[in-house]
């Protein structure tokens, strides 16, 4: 979605001080076509409100956005190879896909991203792995 329509409709959510109050973070999001989870929009706000004053800036809300974007377009990858769509990506779903993935994306995921990853399934080939943990490989100590 493009920033300039992103910005027209979130300028309704800010005050007269130029700042967003915290209580309208998930219904801006959600005016913008995202719907994170409850726990990670708490995730996003403890680290975001670095002065404690709970309200956004503009800058902080384009910087949450642009993190929100990136996990939707994550989830949209998982999604897309869970090809029994079960809800959970199998070790043979997830080694089609990785080499794949980590080829176009090594600059942004690489630094043993694969490789916790691969970890998580810890050689049994059984297992299944949810977007979530998936999420939270991807984004590890980003937003704990």
Partial sequence: MAASMNEEKLSKFFGDDDKMDWSELENALKSVGLN??????MKVRRKADANKDQKLTKEELSNILAVFEEIEDLRKIFVENDKD??????????????????????????????????????????????????LDIMFAGLLN
């Avoid at 994170?36 to 929009?41: E, N």
């Avoid at 600059?107 to 943990?133: H, I, L, P, S």
Wanted: proline fraction near 4%.
């Fill in 36 to 41: 994170p989870s409850p726990d990670l929009i």
């Fill in 85 to 134: 769509d079960s809800g959970t990506m199998s070790f043979m779903e997830m080694i089609k896909k990785a080499g794949d993935f980590y080829g176009k994306h090594a600059d942004k995921y690489g630094g043993g991203k694969a490789k916790a990853v691969m970890d998580k399934y810890a050689g049994d080939r059984g297992k299944e792995m949810t977007v979530n943990e998936f």
